[in-house]
C-alpha cells in the first residue's frame, strides 16, 4: 500500500469516528429532553375558591358554614337558628350542652349580608373553641394571624382582622341597619379606632366585614358584669 492510499484510509477513519460521535451526542442530548419534558411539572397553586357540600358532612341542616382561623387553631361549624338563644346552650346536634355552639347571627345572610356576626362561648373552666381568641390579647400574635376564612356552600371568604378589643358599655358593634353608605363608613371607623393595636387597614363604604364575640376575662375590666372579646375583619376577596 503507498503513502497517498495509508493517508486516505486513516482520513476515512477519522471522518468515520467522528460521524458517529457527534451521532451519539445528539442521541443523548434529545434523550436528555425527552426526559425533562416527561417529568411532572411542578404544581402550580390552585386559585380555586373551595367550597364545602354542608349537608352531605353534617346531618343539621341548620350549618351554614365553617370558620376557620388557622393559628389559633379553631376549624368549626357555623350553625344558624331562628334566634340568638338556642345555640347557646345545644351543640351542632341540636343536644343539650352547655358549651353551646358557634353560631350565626339569625338576622344576617352568611354569604351576602354586609355585615355578618359570629358568636361562641368562653370560659374559666372549660375549653369551648373560642377560649383560643384570648391569644388575640397578645398584639403581636395579632398583627401576625389576621387572616380568618368562612367557607360556605357557594363560597370561601376570606377576611383580614382590622380591630381587636374588649367591650364592655357600647354594643353598638351588634348594630346591622344603616341608613346610608356614610353611615356604614362610619360605624367602620368607629370598630377600627377602638382597636387595641393598630393594624394598619383602609376601610371603605363597599366593605363586608365580619364582628366575631365571645366573652372576656380579661383582669382589666373585671368589674364589669358583661364583657366581650370582639374581632372585627374585612372581606379581602
Known amino acids: 500500500m503507498n503513502k497517498f492510499s495509508r493517508i486516505f484510509i486513516l482520513v476515512l477513519i477519522t471522518f468515520v469516528l467522528f460521524l458517529f460521535a457527534t451521532s451519539f451526542y445528539k442521541s443523548n442530548d434529545i434523550t436528555a429532553i425527552t426526559n425533562d419534558l416527561n417529568e ?3 404544581e402550580t397553586p390552585s386559585t380555586e375558591e373551595k367550597t364545602i ?8 341542616t341548620d350549618i351554614v358554614g365553617i370558620i376557620n382561623i388557622p393559628n389559633a387553631d379553631i376549624n368549626e361549624p357555623v350553625v344558624k337558628s331562628s334566634n340568638n338563644e338556642f345555640y347557646l346552650t345545644h351543640d351542632i346536634y341540636k343536644k343539650k350542652n ?42 403581636e400574635f395579632a398583627k401576625n394571624n389576621r387572616e380568618i376564612k368562612i367557607i360556605t356552600n357557594q363560597k370561601e371568604h376570606i377576611y383580614e382582622i382590622f380591630s381587636v378589643f374588649v367591650e364592655a358599655q357600647d354594643f353598638s358593634y351588634m348594630n346591622i341597619q344603616f341608613s346610608n353608605s356614610s353611615d356604614w363608613l362610619n360605624h ?15 376601610l371603605s363604604a363597599e366593605d363586608r366585614i365580619l364582628v366575631i ?7 382589666d375590666f373585671k368589674k364589669y358584669k358583661d364583657k366581650y372579646i370582639i374581632i372585627v375583619a ?4
Open 40 to 42: 411532572t411539572p411542578a
Open 53 to 60: 357540600d354542608l349537608q352531605q358532612e353534617y346531618p343539621n
Open 98 to 139: 352547655r358549651i353551646g355552639s358557634i353560631y350565626l347571627d339569625y338576622r344576617v345572610d352568611i354569604d351576602t349580608s354586609p355585615k355578618i356576626l359570629i358568636f361562641g362561648h368562653n370560659s374559666k373552666s372549660l375549653n369551648p373553641p373560642f377560649k383560643k381568641l384570648e391569644k388575640y390579647y397578645d398584639e
Open 188 to 202: 367602620l371607623n368607629s370598630l377600627k379606632n377602638k382597636s387595641w393595636f393598630n393594624l394598619d387597614t383602609e
Open 213 to 219: 364575640q365571645t366573652c372576656s376575662y380579661h383582669s
Open 234 to 237: 374585612k372581606e379581602i376577596n
